[in-house]
């Protein structure tokens, strides 16, 4: 398969990562056919057992992974490190490249119609060494990108020389480049976080929001809108497209110590796609793209969005914490 059988217009695309665009942007077509069908095509969102990462696999995540595993197969992979696999798979031993997929994200989302997506992180393989190829600095990722399967499809990639991306048209089927340098708007008043976790936040992140919440009574002096998809690709889009900020920060509850989103396959791409597009992403405090990955699986705080209000995290995250901890009105920082 050549990328210019599934994708109009391949100029953007490095010709040697091509063969590795072309075989994901080749699943991310059948499944947006298979999701569409839903549960005329089977039970997709039915629980089938638990991956390393302690998180419930549901039939898609399963056949999601098996689609892009095949198909990657006959691209230059050498190795494939996925959300769904315990280990780091070799594919080609005659491959340039690793590539570390979460191939279903957003899976509580599945049976409810709601955004889901594939995140994919591309980097120059080490030969001999399949963990290593992945576990090294976020700088050093040769592309980043996800697929969208919402009202409607889209493959957005950044291959470190602006921001892609391509809509599915669904009349012919192929990928469509719609916008050549996707940028993060700058302004915007949304935040996106789970607050249902508000008790088991720290002070400074409780202060932030605390301090979104209280609108155009605090010291922000404006109000602000929430969302909340639980789904990282329909965050990461929304922001793309108009701007605002996500929040999945560490907490107090067991396991949450480094929050809940994945560095290697969620966090990493995502950082580089959103930095491509000119806004920022960090761990609350310091640049995702400037960490290295130490477990396959392993977690990080993450915070993304507009470069200001990003950057106001991280202010926040160095208030001392009698500062954070006081009620806004009795706060010096940040006032209006
Ligand atoms: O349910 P929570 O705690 O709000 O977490 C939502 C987050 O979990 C995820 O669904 C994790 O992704 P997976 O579906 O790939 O496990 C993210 O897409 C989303 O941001
Ligand atoms: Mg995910
Ligand atoms: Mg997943």
Redesign the pocket.
């Known amino acids: 398969m050549n990328a210019s059988d599934v994708i109009d217009d391949t100029s953007r695309i490095p010709a040697d990562l091509a063969p590795v665009i072309a075989a994901l942007a080749t699943v991310g077509r059948s499944l947006c056919r298979t999701i569409k069908r839903g549960p005329l095509g089977g039970a997709l969102g039915a629980g089938v057992g638990e991956n390393l990462?302690g998180?419930q696999q549901k039939a898609l995540?399963v056949m999601a992974d098996e689609a892009f595993a095949a198909e990657l197969a006959a691209t230059p992979v050498r190795y494939y490190a996925s959300?769904e696999q315990d280990d780091v798979v070799e594919m080609n031993p005659d491959g340039r490249f690793a590539l570390a997929i979460?191939p279903?994200?957003?899976?509580?989302n599945i049976d409810v119609n709601v955004s889901i997506g594939t995140i994919f992180s591309i980097f120059e393989a080490k030969p001999g060494d399949p963990l290593g190829s992945v576990l090294r600095p976020a700088h050093e990722q040769l592309a980043g990108g996800y697929i969208i399967y919402g009202p409607q499809t889209f493959l957005v990639v950044t291959f470190g020389a602006g921001v892609q991306s391509y809509l599915l048209d669904p009349d012919s089927g192929q990928w469509r480049l719609v916008e050549a340098d996707l940028k993060v708007p700058e302004f915007s008043r949304e935040f996106a976080i789970?607050a249902s976790?508000y008790r088991h936040w720290s002070p400074a992140i409780r202060a932030y929001i605390d301090d979104c919440l209280a609108g155009d009574t605090g010291p922000r002096d404006e109000n602000y809108n929430m969302r909340?998809v639980?789904?990282?690709?329909a965050?990461t889009h929304r922001i793309i497209s108009r701007g605002g900020i996500f929040l999945?920060p560490a907490d107090e509850r067991a396991g949450y110590e480094r929050g809940?989103?994945r560095m290697v396959y969620?966090c990493a791409p995502i950082a580089f796609l959103i930095e491509q597009a000119g806004g920022k992403a960090t761990d609350g405090h310091d640049r995702i793209m400037a960490q290295t990955a130490t477990e396959l699986h392993g977690r990080t705080p993450f915070v993304f969005g507009s470069a200001v209000k990003v950057d106001r995290v991280t202010a926040y995250q160095d208030l001392p914490v009698e500062e954070v901890s006081a009620l806004f009105g009795t706060r010096g920082l940040f006032r209006a």
């Open positions: 990462g998180d995540d959300e979460d279903l994200d957003g899976s509580s789970n976790n909340w639980a789904s990282l690709v965050e999945y809940r989103l969620e």
